[in-house]
């Protein structure tokens, strides 16, 4: 089964490679990918620049999968590998303990997974894992909080062995800063909506 995937960037990727990249983002070092265009588009004009859309055809037969929304997992399996990778203000005391028992009890063997598909974790849902974390919300608080709009799926790489011919790049997609914010006007508005009605459910969950 092949999966289309796009990857925005400031640069044309013909091949990746493993241990480049921020190994703080949410699943350490890999190769963050996503299915939606638009959203690789936003990523290639990050930090107000210019960038290009690179998409991708992954053959997924013989890949190890470790897909984080089928039902065996939970969303602290999640959270753990969050914890593990991403930087948290944490409080001494219980919420710092909770960190110990989640990362000891619910950590997945990720590092072992060629891909991993799972949450992106944004702004919003970041603050409520830290919310979480420190005790301002509950765990069925935290679960409601993350079914609040749509948060979205990326598709990480993981595999060392990128010398296997299973990512093959198809198309490069140069993407202005200019053609975004034109392209790109009510997909903002509607996230700038969405992100307002998130915050407004988080605000109401911890009162």
């Known amino acids: 089964m ?20 921020n190994a703080k983002n949410d699943y350490g070092l890999g190769f963050y990918c996503t299915e939606h265009i638009e959203l690789a588009k936003e990523w290639a004009c990050a930090e107000n620049r210019d960038g290009f859309a690179n998409e991708y055809e992954l053959e997924m037969d013989g890949l190890t999968i470790l897909n984080l929304s089928e039902a065996e997992y939970h969303i602290l399996n999640w959270l753990a590998i969050l914890l593990e990778n991403r930087t948290f203000v944490i409080e001494r005391g219980l919420p710092s303990a909770a960190k110990e028992y989640i990362l000891s009890e619910f950590l997945p063997d990720y590092e072992e997974a060629d891909v991993i598909r799972g949450y992106r974790a944004d702004d919003s849902y ?72 998130c915050w407004t459910a988080y605000m109401l969950l911890i009162l």
């Open 126 to 197: 970041f603050s409520f894992a830290s919310a979480f974390l420190n005790n301002t919300i509950s765990l069925e608080q935290l679960g409601e909080a993350m079914k609040l709009g749509k948060l979205g799926e990326q598709v990480v790489i993981k595999s060392r062995n990128l010398s296997i011919p299973v990512l093959s790049l198809q198309t490069i997609r140069p993407i202005t800063r200019k053609q975004l914010h034109v392209t790109g006007l009510h997909v903002t508005r509607s996230e700038a909506k969405e992100r307002k009605q």
């Open 2 to 21: 092949k999966l289309k995937l796009y990857h925005g960037s400031a640069n044309i990727i013909e091949k990746p490679e493993f241990g480049l990249g």
